[in-house]
């Protein structure tokens, strides 16, 4: 396929706007990074007060799962979020040079990975200040985390490429994002959900790969072969679809930016 | 020699919304109600030339005949709807100097973001980065943000940085007309340098004196058409003097009102106050006829230039002279002469007459010209006064500066 030898070629570019754009977040800001771990922080602890005393829910080391809860979901909200303006938000480098324009799309969501590698940082000391020490089955995390990151591109492909052409994906997606924080276990352990609409939360590949990565994580689980097939194949499914919406669309952008 | 750029019945239709439809929503009531939302203006059609590897070759034509698109089109950055375009090489598009600058990085970091937009590694820039440093006089802000550099220096760092780049093919879209002389200069110093290193290089321009210094063959488009592609002296030729049937395209060449323009071109006259004398003579139309027997309104410094004049003599006149002068910027007189300084006797019998100026070499260098064409006896009573009625302008050809070609030569 041409998509890996010739964005390969361009891997720097790739690595060094990514790179670029995340010094950038933080350049003129004193505290620099702490002030986007703020959002996440002061979710944590609204969450876990309304959810520990108010709606008594039952979980192990909650505030744990509710932390990886939210750093991952942050990921794919994050990334496609960026991904939706990585193209129509540089008029200049698409009107003016040439280079594969996956290379923005791809910049972008490794942005964001950065930010949330840092954000897994801050859940070390967490999970240190709860005294948790995670299992040799952590060697599965990077796995997970590799197939979320696939899902985040593949998602961002397609409405990157949609954004420029129909400007609504973006408000579209806004709403799309809220609702899934709510429709993945997030904040609550899939156990409180019915059992007959259940099967409706698990099509969601977001809800096996957050309950992956705290099992590999926080509680040591060893992960059930069939949700590894089950994701692998959602985040492949989801990636060829956004992937071909993106070829499909990709000649037109200079001229509809 | 191997070909570089094959370019073959490539066509490009841009659909150009009636009104800009970016939502969804409006995408489906434009649907629902069946409009078709777009016209479609053809920008390209029938393109058809070949690149060798080692040419240089020029793009010119007037503002919206489709050169730029087609340079995009080359750097693969637009797509052509019909026909198909090879590239067989590298392509290193000079469209802008420093896209992808980021102002709130230090001048140290854009130049590395900017050679990986330019497609070069960290490693090959580490060697480089004093020499771009230097050449851009930025050595002692190499780590101030790059916003509070002035925009002449962001050029230079632009530049700097951009030229290290080892292109196979160079695409280039008027970079050159940026910037003070001593940058100039340099961007010169720079093209000849890939000239030198036999690069092939794609060059759209509006300065004609460039594209014929640097380029031996050129394309001529016009209103999205290809006109010719062939030697560049030639193909200046056809662009200043329009030699086809469609001569009119040619003249709106510099920025010029078209009411002079249309005035000097189809030799009408206008009553103004511009205009005295008693009419026993009357000068009914002037044109500008180029070498190739053209009427024209632009020429080329050191082409021939004839000036038709033609005039009725209404009444019996004894001893008519007329006479011509010129202007450059409309006040200041270069040259005048008459029938009478010359020696030449006029016609002055009754009833339409013709005369002709011929002028063996245009010796201004460029700019535009007025011209007053007039009529009088000998005694200076005026018969028919065009004042500054009729205009040209001279493209310039070569690189001699100064408002007169003065014919010399050095020896030893």
């Known amino acids: 396929m041409t998509f890996t030898t010739n964005i390969w070629n361009y891997r720097h570019l790739t690595y060094k706007l990514a790179i670029s754009d995340f010094k950038l977040r933080y350049k003129n800001s004193v505290l620099g990074f702490f002030w986007s771990l703020l959002e996440p922080l002061l979710m944590l602890v609204v969450l876990y007060i309304v959810f520990t005393n108010l709606m008594r829910v039952n979980v192990e080391h909650y505030q744990l799962f509710l932390l990886m809860g939210i750093i991952s979901w942050n990921l794919l909200s994050r990334g496609t979020t960026m991904s939706l303006y990585s193209i129509l938000g540089k008029p200049s ?59 985040v591109l593949g998602l961002s492909f397609g409405i990157a490429a949609l954004n420029v052409y129909y400007r609504d994906v973006q408000y579209i997606w806004a709403v799309i994002l809220q609702a899934g924080f709510f429709a993945a276990p997030i904040i609550y352990p899939l156990s409180i959900i019915p059992e007959k609409y259940l099967w409706i939360i698990m099509l969601n590949p977001m809800t096996r790969i957050i309950d992956m990565l705290r099992g590999s994580v926080i509680y040591s689980t060893a992960p059930i072969p069939g949700d590894g097939i089950f994701i692998i194949a959602a985040t492949l499914l989801v990636f060829v679809i956004g992937y071909l919406i993106f070829l499909r669309l990709e000649p037109g952008f200079a001229e509809e930016m | 020699m191997a070909e570089a750029i094959i370019v ?164 280039m879209d008027e970079v050159l007309a940026v910037g003070d002389m001593d940058f100039q200069q340099k961007c010169l110093d720079v093209f000849q340098r890939y000239l030198k290193e036999k690069k092939t290089i794609v060059f759209v321009s509006h300065d004609l004196n460039s594209v014929r210094r640097f ?175 009729f205009s040209f302008n001279v493209i310039k050809k070569g690189n001699n500066a100064g408002l007169f070609e003065i014919p010399c030569e050095w020896k030893k």
């Open chain 1, 93 to 151: 480098l698409v009107k003016k040079v040439y280079f594969p324009r996956e290379v923005l799309v791809i910049s972008s969501c490794i942005t964001a990975l950065l930010m949330t590698l840092l954000e897994f940082v801050v859940f070390g000391i967490f999970m240190l200040v709860f005294a948790v020490v995670p299992g040799r089955l952590i060697v599965y995390f990077p796995a997970v985390l590799f197939v979320e990151f696939l899902l």
């Open chain 2, 8 to 171: 073959s019945d490539l066509g490009k239709i841009f659909r150009i919304p009636h009104e800009k439809r970016s939502t969804l929503f409006e995408h489906i009531t434009g649907v629902l109600y069946g409009k078709k939302g777009y016209e479609e203006f053809l920008a390209l059609k029938n393109i058809n030339f070949t690149v060798k590897k080692g040419e240089a070759v020029g793009i010119i034509g007037e503002n919206g005949s489709g050169k730029s698109t087609l340079l995009k089109i080359i750097a693969n950055i637009l797509r052509p709807s019909s026909g198909s375009i090879t590239i067989i090489g590298k392509i290193t598009p000079f469209l802008e100097l420093g896209v992808g600058f980021q102002p709130d990085l230090t001048a140290k970091e854009n130049i590395y973001i900017y050679a990986a937009i330019m497609g070069l590694s960290d490693r090959e820039i580490d060697g480089k980065l004093e020499e771009i440093l230097e050449f851009s006089g930025l050595k002692q802000f190499q780590d101030a943000k790059l916003k509070n550099l002035s925009s002449g220096m962001q050029v230079r760092l632009a530049f700097a940085t951009a030229v290290q780049t080892n292109p196979e093919i160079l695409l």
């Open chain 2, 215 to 389: 380029c031996s063959k050129a394309l001529l488009l016009r209103h999205g058409e290809q006109v010719a592609f062939g030697d560049t002296n030639e193909i200046i030729d056809k662009y200043v003097y329009g030699v086809d049937d469609k001569a009119k395209h040619a003249k709106n060449l510099q920025s010029e009102s078209k009411k002079e323009e249309q005035k000097s071109v189809d030799g009408k006259i206008e009553e103004k106050k511009t205009r005295w004398g008693n009419k026993k003579v009357e000068i009914t139309s002037v044109k500008f006829i180029d070498k190739f027997g053209k009427e024209n309104a632009v020429f080329n410094s050191g082409d021939t230039m004839t000036i038709l004049i033609n005039y009725d003599v209404n009444a019996t006149v004894d001893h008519l002279v007329i006479g011509i002068a010129i202007y450059f910027d409309s006040d200041m007189l270069c040259y005048g002469t008459n029938t009478e300084i010359k020696g030449f006797d006029v016609m002055s019998k009754q009833g339409t007459n013709e005369i002709k100026l011929c002028i063996h070499n245009l010796s201004m260098m460029e700019g535009k010209f007025k011209l007053t064409v007039a009529a009088h006896s000998i005694k200076h009573v005026p018969y028919d006064w065009l004042d500054k009625q």
